[in-house]
C-alpha cells in the first residue's frame, strides 16, 4: 500500500496545508489543550502524533505504524504513509512540515481533499505536541529524499533540510516531553497497548506495533506487541465477548459505506446481564455515546420488536418488553465516519450530528432484519433472551419500588451503619466505604466528622457481573450504599438510569485491606459502579485509599512505606541498609492501625495518597470486569499469571 504513495503525491503538497492560527498559548496553558498535565495528558501526546499517521492510514496511504517507549521515557512514532510534505508553504513562506509542526490547528485534515474524516480529539495536533517537549526531531522520507527539522520547546533549530536519499516514504516523529510542564513523565505500557490494540481493530489490516526499550528480558530484547486486525470489528467484538459464554455462534455484522455517513457495527449476544455498547466517531472512543449511538439503540428496538410481533411470541407470552431489554446482554461496537463531527458532553466526547443518528439507524433496520429472517434460529434464541429480560426488568421494578417506599433510596432514612458528616454541601463531603464493622469503627473515630462520613461494609457484596438486576436490591450492602450517597436507579427513555440530583457526596473513597481479599471487595465495589453508577467514575467522584504497606521504626524515628521500594529506601536510612536492625510492621488489614495512625496515613488531606479512578477505555474496563468477575476460569487465570508478581495460581 506503501508503495502506491508516489503516485498521490499530486494531491497532498505544500498547498493543501492550511493555517489556523498560532501556537503561543499551548506552553502558558496546556490543559486547555490536551485536557491536563498528568497522566491523560502525557499519553494524549502519543496519540495526536498516532492519530496524524491513523489519518494517513484511514486515506489509504500507510498500513504500518511503529511505536516505540524508549528508554529515557521519549516517544518515536514513524509510519509509511505519504510523509509531511515539506515543498515552500505559498502563505506561510516556510516549508509546509515546519508549518505542520510549529503553527496550532495546521494541516493536512483541515482540507477536505486531502483527508475526508479524520481523528484527533482536540485536533490540535503534532505541533501542540511540539510546544510541549524540550526535545522534539521530525524525519520525512519523501520525494526520493530524506528530510529533518529539530525543535527545543516548539521553536525550530534550523529550517528544514534535505539530509539523504530515500527509497521509501514516512514520517519520523521523536519527541520528549517536557518535564517542567508534566507532573508525570512515565509512561505506561498497558495504556499504549490498549490504544493500540483499538485502533488495529478499527482500522483493520493495519499493522501497529508497539516497543518498550525500558523493559528488556534477559537475552536483552525489549518488551513487544503487535496488533494487527483482519477482520476488523467483527473481531474486536470477539475479543470483547471471549470472557463471557456466547449466546449466538458468530457476530452480526453491519456495514455500509453507501451514505455520506460510512457505517460499521457488529453485534454479539452473551448470557450475561449487562449491556455493553461502545461507539467511535474516526477512531475516537465517544465514552458518553451520542447521535450514533441512540441511533443503533432505536433500530435495535424496532427491528427486533416487530421479528418478535410477527412471530407471534410476545402476544403469546403476554409480557410488555421496552427498549432496554433488547440490550441485555448486548456487546456492540459502533465506529461511523463523520466528515466535521460536532462534539458535546462532560468530556466532549459525545457525538451531536443530527444527521448521524438516521444513517446509523438506517443500515442497522435494514441488515438486522434480513439477518433474523436468515438465521430464524439465532432469532427466536435472541427474542427468547429479550423476553426473560423483560420479566426480570419487571421484577427488578417491583424490588426498587419495594425498597423506595421503606424510603431506603430516597435518602430521607439513612443506613443506621452510617456515621454521617456534619457539612452539608456535598462538594465538601466525603464517602469512606470501608471494608468491615472493626475498621469501619477506627475510621470512624480517626475521621474529620465535618466533611468524612464513614460506612461500613460486612463481608463481600453481591457480585453484579453475575445478577440479575432484581437482586441488587435484596443486598443489604448494596441497599445501604444507595441509601447513604442519596441517589436512585429509574427508567428514562426505555434506558436504566442513575438520578444523582441528591448525590450527598463528591468524593467516594473506596478503603480495603492490603490483602486478597481486601483486593476482592474492592474489585466487586468497582464492577458494582462501573455496571450501575458508570456517571459517577465519568465525573471524577470515585477514588481508591491507599494505607500503607509497612511500618518500619528505629528508637523513636518511624516511616511509613506505601511500596518496596519505600520499604528498601527507610531500611537504608533508619537501618543504614541493615533490615535485622530495624523493626518492620506489614499491615494486611486496616484494624491494625489505631485510629491516629489511620488519619494520618490514610484519611488525613494533607498527607494521604488517593487514587481517582477513570475509565481510559471503555472497551477495556467491561473486558477487564468481565474477566476478572464473570464465569469463564481460562481467561482469569491468564491474567493472574501474567500480572501478579508474587500469586501462584492452583488448580
Not at 444513517?359 to 439465532?378: F, T, W
Not at 521504626?553 to 535485622?580: F, I, P, S
Request: charged share 30%; aromatic share 8%.
Amino acid at each position: 500500500m506503501a508503495n502506491e504513495a508516489t503516485l498521490a503525491l499530486n494531491n497532498y503538497s505544500a498547498e493543501n496545508i492550511q493555517v489556523l492560527e498560532g501556537l503561543e498559548a499551548v506552553r502558558k496553558r496546556p490543559a486547555m489543550y490536551i485536557g491536563d498535565t498528568g497522566f491523560k495528558g502525557l499519553h494524549h501526546l502519543i496519540w495526536e502524533v498516532v492519530d496524524n499517521s491513523i489519518d494517513e492510514a484511514m486515506a489509504g496511504y500507510c498500513d504500518t505504524i511503529h511505536v516505540i517507549i524508549e528508554e529515557d521515557e521519549s516517544i518515536t512514532v514513524r509510519d509509511n504513509g505519504r510523509g509531511i510534505p515539506t515543498g515552500i508553504h505559498t502563505k506561510e513562506k516556510r516549508s509546509a512540515l515546519e508549518v505542520v509542526m510549529t503553527v496550532l490547528h495546521a494541516g493536512g485534515k483541515f482540507d477536505k481533499d486531502t483527508y475526508k474524516v479524520s481523528g484527533g480529539l482536540h485536533g490540535v495536533g503534532v505541533s501542540c505536541v511540539n510546544a510541549l517537549s524540550v526535545d522534539l526531531r521530525a524525519e520525512v522520507h519523501r520525494e526520493g529524499q530524506v528530510f529533518e527539522q529539530e525543535y527545543k520547546k516548539g521553536i525550530p533549530q534550523y529550517p528544514v533540510r534535505a539530509i539523504g536519499d530515500a527509497s521509501d516514504t514516512g514520517t519520523f516523529i521523536h519527541f520528549k516531553p517536557d518535564d517542567s510542564i508534566f507532573t508525570v513523565t512515565e509512561f505506561k505500557y498497558e495504556t499504549v497497548a490498549t490504544r493500540l490494540r483499538e485502533l488495529s481493530f478499527l482500522n483493520k489490516k493495519l499493522r501497529l506495533t508497539l516497543t518498550d526499550m525500558r523493559d528488556l528480558d534477559d537475552e536483552g530484547k525489549p518488551k513487544y506487541d503487535e496488533f494487527y486486525s483482519e477482520g476488523g470489528l467483527v473481531e474486536f467484538v470477539t475479543y470483547l465477548d471471549n470472557t463471557r459464554q456466547p449466546l449466538i455462534p458468530e457476530p452480526i455484522h453491519m456495514d455500509s459505506d453507501k451514505g455520506a455517513v460510512p457505517v460499521e457495527v457488529s453485534m454479539m449476544y452473551n448470557t450475561s446481564y449487562s449491556e455493553n455498547v461502545v461507539s467511535y466517531v474516526n477512531n475516537i472512543n465517544t465514552i458518553e455515546g451520542g447521535t450514533h449511538v441512540s441511533g443503533f439503540r432505536a433500530a435495535l428496538t424496532r427491528t427486533l420488536k416487530s421479528y418478535a410481533d410477527k412471530s407471534g411470541i410476545l402476544a403469546k407470552e403476554k409480557v410488555e418488553v421496552s427498549g432496554d431489554d433488547f440490550r441485555e446482554g448486548l456487546t456492540a461496537v459502533i465506529s461511523v465516519k463523520v466528515q466535521e463531527p460536532q462534539f458535546e458532553g462532560q468530556t466532549k466526547t459525545k457525538l451531536g450530528n443530527s444527521d448521524v443518528a438516521g444513517a446509523v439507524s438506517q443500515v442497522v433496520s435494514e441488515m438486522l432484519d434480513n439477518y433474523l429472517n436468515e438465521h430464524p434460529k439465532e432469532a427466536r434464541t435472541i427474542v427468547d433472551k429479550v423476553l426473560l429480560a423483560a420479566k426480570a426488568r419487571i421484577a427488578a421494578r417491583k424490588a426498587r419500588e419495594m425498597v423506595q417506599r421503606k424510603n431506603v433510596l430516597t435518602g430521607t432514612g439513612l443506613p443506621g451503619k452510617l456515621a454521617d458528616c456534619s457539612e452539608t454541601d456535598p462538594k465538601q463531603c466525603e464517602l469512606y466505604l470501608v471494608e468491615g464493622d472493626s475498621a469501619g469503627g477506627t475510621a470512624k473515630q480517626g475521621r474529620n466528622r465535618a466533611f468524612q462520613a464513614i460506612l461500613p461494609l460486612r463481608g463481600k457484596i453481591l457480585n453484579v457481573e453475575k445478577a440479575q438486576e432484581y437482586r441488587i436490591y435484596e443486598n443489604e450492602e448494596i441497599k445501604n450504599m444507595f441509601t447513604a450517597m442519596g441517589v436512585q436507579i429509574g427508567m428514562v427513555d426505555d434506558e436504566r438510569a442513575l438520578n444523582i440530583e441528591k448525590l450527598r457526596y463528591h468524593k467516594i473513597i473506596i478503603m480495603t485491606d492490603a490483602d486478597i481479599d481486601g483486593s476482592h471487595i474492592r474489585t466487586l465495589i468497582l464492577t458494582f459502579f462501573f455496571r450501575y453508577m458508570k456517571v459517577l467514575i465519568e465525573m471524577g467522584y470515585i477514588y481508591i485509599a491507599q494505607p500503607p504497606l509497612y511500618l518500619i521504626k528505629k528508637g523513636k524515628e518511624e516511616r511509613y512505606c506505601w511500596d518496596e521500594a519505600q520499604r528498601e529506601a527507610a531500611v537504608l536510612e533508619l537501618g543504614n541498609g541493615r533490615e535485622e536492625s530495624v523493626n518492620t510492621q506489614r499491615y494486611k488489614g486496616l484494624g491494625e492501625m489505631n485510629a491516629e495512625q489511620l488519619w494520618q496515613t490514610t484519611m488525613n488531606p494533607e498527607h494521604r495518597s488517593l487514587k481517582q479512578v477513570s475509565i481510559e477505555s471503555a472497551a477495556e474496563a467491561d473486558h477487564l470486569f468481565s474477566m476478572l468477575m464473570g464465569d469463564e476460569v481460562a481467561p482469569r487465570r491468564e491474567f493472574i499469571e501474567k500480572n501478579a508478581k508474587y500469586a501462584r495460581v492452583d488448580v
